[in-house]
């Protein structure tokens, strides 16, 4: 997998020398941004353990304990990793404040570097392998019947790559304004933790018969490959300029 540069409305984040993941090397992927907390532990590229919340209500202030759970099983301590992961956003803001400063806590007296994925990039990568061309559509519960959207082409030989800025809103809106910035004769699928919004009347007739995924329970261990090439590429932030990813609002439609 190659390295995908960050979506337009994403944080900055630094470029410098990469990561070189030996098979010796340990790292830590973090995500409290999504509904269900999760965590990987990976020896190089080989995912070694894993934790995961089945509630959609974890507790985000728990990641600390639970981060150190995992460790002590593997029998690693934090001066064990070599580089850490995290899941920005968008996604639940609590969550991602208390995620990112347990990342950061971690990171900044080991001098760590930090490779950063979106939720919704995450998401886009879980639906590989695809056959054809396609156009994935990311949404993602935000608040009630609002949703975190966002449109990525993918094919067969490609991670997915964004089309669009990240919008939130109510659903019909931000899918409207997702759909008119997308090619009109490439497939399209739908996937993310809002799927049930789209079974509303109107909202249905406006999406058709579009083929659904399921997303996966937990992303922290979908998200190691992209996590991982960016780290080999350099690009990484510290735990000085870590930052939160939140979509930008959708505007109404007339």
């Known amino acids: 997998m190659t390295p995908d540069a960050p979506p337009p409305d994403a944080p900055p984040v630094e470029t410098a020398a990469g990561v070189a993941l030996t098979p010796t090397s340990w790292w830590l992927v973090v995500d409290t941004a999504s509904p269900r907390l999760s965590l990987a532990l990976l020896r190089g590229h080989e995912l070694q353990a894993q934790w995961g919340v089945r509630s959609l209500h974890p507790s985000a202030h728990r990641v600390v304990a639970d981060i150190a759970y995992l460790l002590e099983r593997t029998g690693l301590r934090p001066k064990d990793l070599a580089a850490l992961g995290a899941l920005i956003g968008p996604g639940s803001f609590t969550g991602i404040r208390v995620g990112l400063a347990a990342v ?11 490779a950063t994925a979106t939720t919704l990039e995450v998401l886009a990568d879980a639906v590989l392998p695809l056959q054809q061309p396609t156009t994935v559509v990311v949404l993602n519960v935000s608040h009630r019947r609002e949703v975190h959207g966002q449109a990525f082409s993918a094919g067969p030989d490609a991670e997915p790559r964004t089309l669009t800025a990240a919008l939130t809103g109510e659903v019909h809106t931000v899918l409207e304004q997702l759909f008119r910035h997308v090619p009109k004769d490439c497939p399209r699928l739908l996937t993310g933790d809002a799927l049930a919004l789209l079974d509303d009347s109107n909202v249905s007739a ?43 609002a959708a505007l109404p439609t007339g």
């Open 206 to 248: 406006f999406v058709g018969d579009l083929p659904r995924i399921a997303p996966p329970p937990w992303l922290a261990p979908v998200a190691a490959p992209r996590l991982a090439a960016r780290l080999a590429a350099g690009v990484t932030c510290d735990a000085k300029t870590l930052t939160a990813c939140y979509a930008r």
């Open 104 to 114: 950061k806590g971690l990171a900044q007296p080991l001098n760590c570097p930090i």
